[in-house]
């Protein structure tokens, strides 16, 4: 069992930024075909002041940019995870150039399965430049013990 005294700790607290080029990528990357995405012309005509961040790209800014020592320190044992749920809650949008700010805690560990599963949930906050409330993430992460 994963120790519950790890629950409120930040695990991750950094700042990054996405450039046109990488929300092009991931808009074809991903399938998606609206121009807003990809073309800053048709996204100003629609409204926006740039090229809006898809949905679902902040988590690959997330994954490409934490620490990965809590894992160690909470005696997480990479071989024996999964990626057990995510979940997004927009409150405004992000775009190309925003440097936004990520903050990671966990929020709560349990198990299941008489212990043969533990659980570590972790929510991220995510504001932009202006300290504007962007998003947030919220994931669960699994780990098979035994």
């Known amino acids: 069992m ?3 005294k790890h629950i409120g700790k930040v695990i991750a607290d950094f700042r990054t930024s996405a450039p046109a080029s990488q929300l092009r990528f991931f808009a074809k990357a991903t399938g998606e075909t609206r121009a807003i ?3 800053e012309a048709a996204a100003r005509d629609a409204g926006h002041r740039g090229l809006p961040l898809p949905p679902t ?4 800014l997330e994954l490409v940019n934490p620490p990965s020592g809590w894992r160690e320190e909470l005696g997480i044992r990479t071989e024996r995870i999964l990626h057990g749920e995510q979940s997004f809650t927009y409150h405004r949008m992000a775009y190309a150039g ?3 700010h990520f903050r990671t805690t966990i929020t709560d560990i349990y198990d299941k399965r008489n212990g043969a599963l533990d659980f570590v ?5 995510v504001t932009n430049q202006d ?8 994931s669960v ?6």
Do not use: W
């Open 2 to 4: 994963i120790d519950k």
């Open 37 to 39: 995405y990809t073309d």
């Open 57 to 60: 790209f902040l988590f690959s």
């Open 98 to 100: 925003d440097v936004l």
């Open 121 to 125: 949930v972790r929510e991220t906050r």
């Open 131 to 138: 300290n504007e409330h962007v998003a947030d993430l919220r």
């Open 141 to 146: 992460l699994v780990q098979r013990n035994g």
